[in-house]
């Protein structure tokens, strides 16, 4: 389906977010959801079927040095036909590594991107003609 999305919900969760876009292909929801991770300096790690995993920073360094490497990491599934969309996002990274301050920079980086996204998302279809 061609065409731009409109989202109806986007909530947020304690690891992610589920938004609910109309009017769309899974398939455009699914390009949106990639551009605005390219755009915010993520490379797209892992791809099987709907769901992406998209990364940001060194895997291998943060296993070894923990919480003094940055690293973020999302999963991404998108599902439902073109009259609703439901896109899945959550984080992969728990923050564990880096200690109870670890935790808390990821629930802050965690909010931030949620709201980037958002806005990111209410800028994805064009304005209404007037």
């Keep these: 389906m061609s065409g731009y999305g409109t989202v109806q919900s986007f909530q947020a969760t304690d690891k992610g977010a589920t938004v609910v876009v109309t009017g769309a292909s899974p398939e455009w929801v699914a390009a949106q959801f990639q551009a605005f991770f390219f755009r915010e300096g993520y490379k797209l790690e892992k791809t099987e079927g709907m769901t992406s995993t998209y990364g940001k ?3 291998i360094a943060r296993l070894l040095l923990g919480g003094l490497v ?8 998108i599902s439902g036909s073109p009259e609703s969309v439901t896109a899945t996002l959550g984080s992969a990274m728990k923050g564990y590594g880096g200690g ?24 994805a ?6």
């Design 125 to 130: 279809a064009p304005p209404t003609p007037t």
């Design 100 to 123: 109870a301050l670890g935790v808390v920079k990821e629930k802050k980086l965690r909010a931030k991107l949620l709201g980037d996204l958002k806005a990111f998302l209410g800028s």
């Design 70 to 77: 940055k690293r973020s990491k999302y999963d991404v599934t």
């Design 57 to 59: 920073g060194n895997a």
